[in-house]
């Protein structure tokens, strides 16, 4: 439980930390442009002329630029020309100052003697802190909260029981019997208890909607107590190990609104209610 708790912790600081803030738009080519053609540089591997990628955006002098790039970047005021080898598929950017950014061209591939064009833009949107009262609605009812932090992504911790315990003296299926084959008669007295722990990640799709999913360790205990006192802990609706959930959230202005479903080993189901606030 300990290694799974600290993986999911380490996957939320890590979606956290990774959220980017620079982001490319307006990748585009210039099919009426020829200066890739009138200016041309030589691929030295394939011998074939060169394309030339222009890149606008503010401060463009604080990035480096990584990639089948050939000869040196070409700075000038707000943009910067870069020579890319034909068949070149990608782009790495970074700044210590403004964030980083790996680009694939949308999935095309660099052409020889053609220009493209796109802009860099730092994105200053604020992270938002979601703080949320959560209930899990199954065999049992079960409270708790979940808090997050978001911009365009983002990572979440969340946490409910039913704050119950369940004995188990001995265990039984769902049927009455042990695993020696004994027959077990109740009182008709039971108990149900419930934990979750989870961690993971916070993607707005658009305004004003986020999905939310994520893992961690869950345990629900179900057990009936004997007509002789003893509490038998019902072994096939019993369950712990890894949970799993998936939702969305609404938000209108501060408020959040949150539906969702939990499972536990795919064999411990709820659905997941939550009304909390953006900061």
Known sequence: MRKLLFLTGFLLVSIVMSAQQLEVHDFETLTMS????????????????????????NNIKEYSFSGKIIGEPEYS???????M??????LEVRSEKLGNTDFDFNG??????????????YNTERY????????ALGKTSS?????????????????????????DDIECNE?????????????????????AVTAGMLYRLSKPFYMYGGLGYGQYTYSRQTSDGL?????????????????????????????????????????????????
């Open 231 to 279: 509490w038998a802990k019902n072994i096939d609706s019993s369950v712990d190990g890894v949970e799993v959930e998936a939702g969305i959230i609404g938000r209108w202005k501060s408020v959040a609104i949150s539906a969702g479903v939990e499972t536990c080993q795919m064999k411990h189901w709820e659905l997941n209610l939550g009304i909390g606030v953006f900061f």
């Open 143 to 167: 409270f708790g909260a979940m808090i997050g932090i978001v911009k365009k992504f983002g990572g979440y911790v969340k946490g409910h029981s039913n704050f119950k315990s369940a004995e």
């Open 108 to 121: 095309s591939v660099i052409l020889s003697q053609t220009v493209y064009t796109m802009t860099l833009i």
């Open 175 to 195: 049927k009455g019997f042990t695993d020696t084959g004994n027959e077990v008669w109740f009182s008709g007295a039971e108990e149900q208890a419930r934990l």
């Open 128 to 135: 938002r802190t979601l703080v949320m009262p959560v209930a």
């Open 77 to 83: 005021e707000g943009e910067v020309r870069l020579y």
């Open 85 to 90: 080898a034909p068949g070149a598929n990608y």
């Open 34 to 57: 020829a200066e890739a053609r009138t200016n041309p540089v030589v691929d030295p591997i394939s011998g074939r002329n060169c394309g030339l990628l222009i890149i606008k955006g």
